[in-house]
């Protein structure tokens, strides 16, 4: 069985740093990446990394965010520097799996304040 899940999330001041966790088990992992969404908005993609290192960052977050992942523990962590009260949304963890199957974590808050 498959499960996602993700760490880390909660209130930081604008201009602070906070960094998410993505734990995930069952399978084998493609691509492990990170979504948010924030009120009234549609879900957007934020960062996602494959298995042989290749990353991909939302134009808005580029130098501000890091993506890394470790295979062995298929463990996928989002470092947010810089943060901006529009970075405000609950924020999932997702994962391809080798057959292309998508999975969900169940999402974490980061609210940035003023």
């Known amino acids: 069985q498959v499960q996602v899940a993700e760490f880390g999330g909660g209130l930081v001041q604008a201009g602070g740093s906070l960094s998410l966790v993505c734990a995930a088990s069952?399978?084998?992992?493609?691509?492990m990446g990170w979504y948010r969404q924030a009120p009234g908005k549609q879900r957007e993609l934020v960062a996602d990394?494959?298995?042989?290192?290749?990353?991909n960052y939302a134009d808005p977050v580029k130098g501000r965010f890091t993506i890394s992942r470790d295979i062995a523990q298929n463990t996928a962590y989002l470092h947010m520097y810089g943060l901006k009260p529009e970075d405000t949304a609950v924020y999932y963890c997702?994962?391809?799996?080798?057959?292309?199957?998508?999975?969900w974590g169940q999402g974490t808050q980061v609210t940035v304040s003023e």
């Open positions: 990394i494959t298995r042989d290192g290749s990353i």
């Open positions: 997702t994962c391809k799996s080798l057959a292309d199957h998508d999975y």
């Open positions: 069952g399978a084998i992992f493609r691509t």
